[in-house]
């Protein structure tokens, strides 16, 4: 029930009186409309069910909660498909754990209709009695933490702006727009924390359409130099160099795009060669390398190798 139902209910009864309907629109036009939706609405609850308790117990806390709202064409009848909890729910949980910046575990604890609402909270993990510290932090507070992130950040994709903050969380993000992708699925995120508060964010088919066009690579070319000692070689035309003796010493995988011209160089394993390579990273729009390669270009003259640029 929204705040103006009762608004609603005074109109219909009132509607074959035309005197009473015109003093009723006067009235309601001093009062105005309230414009709230039910989870405003029960956020204030809750803050005042805590400034209550608080009343009789100074530390008290609400239990935290976070929602998950799957709108679209297949989510109208409230239920939760298995395939679709087998795709999201634990991309979801891993995008949360890349929001508080440590692991964190969520527990499904319920779904309501309203399309299909999945109602879950954080695991409580027990407090180490050997880390006296660890009694003055609520074991839930990574979560709120990373779930305040994270509502920045779909809000940021919502409206299509600057992402590289959060670059970090980019992968985890898109996981989940992948998923919600698949099955033609919106995502409300609405989060209830301990201290009567809320926090809400969507991803739809704006938010995903942009994360789809910050994933597009292009390509960027130099041409370097490796110098090193020759430890695999494969028929396909691929050789591996390692440019130091030491166990940590950078390794680079060459490949040539003519097997032919590696079997006229006969290598061998351990031989020292020095090629001309070029080195390719296919970057994405925030500049994260998505993938390298490494390509024979020809021989070169024998010199250090240059550190490559990451």
Known sequence: ???????????????????????????????????????????????????????????????????????????????????????????????????????????????????????ARPVTVPVDSAEPDALNTPATSAVATGLGTLTKLLDALESERDIREWVKLFDAVDAVSRALSRYELNLGVTWYDAEGGLRRARLT??????????????????????????????????????????????????????????LRMRPGLGDNVHFRVRFRQQLDSMGIARSTEYTYLGPAAEQISLPLES
Do not use: C
């Open 1 to 119: 029930m929204t705040g103006d139902s009762w608004r609603e209910r005074r109109r219909a009864l009132q509607g074959d009186d035309p005197a009473e309907t015109e003093r009723a629109a006067r009235l309601l036009d001093a009062l105005g409309t309230e414009d709230r939706d039910d989870e405003e609405i029960e956020a204030e609850h809750r803050a005042s069910r805590l400034a209550a308790a608080r009343e009789y117990a100074p530390d008290a806390r609400l239990e935290e909660e976070l929602q998950l709202r799957l709108t679209g064409p297949a989510a109208v009848g409230g239920a939760l498909r298995f395939e679709w909890g087998d795709a999201l729910l634990e991309p979801v949980e891993h995008m949360v754990s890349a929001a508080a910046g440590t692991p964190v575990q969520l527990e499904l604890t319920g779904i309501s209709s309203g399309s299909t609402v999945v109602h």
């Open 205 to 262: 088919e704006r938010g995903r359409q942009y994360v789809k066009r910050l994933r597009e690579t292009r390509d960027r070319d130099q041409e370097i130099t490796i110098s090193g000692r020759v430890t695999e070689l494969r028929e396909s035309g691929l050789v591996k160099v390692k440019t130091g003796t030491a166990k940590n010493a950078p390794a680079y995988d060459v490949r040539f795009e003519e097997p032919e011209e590696l």
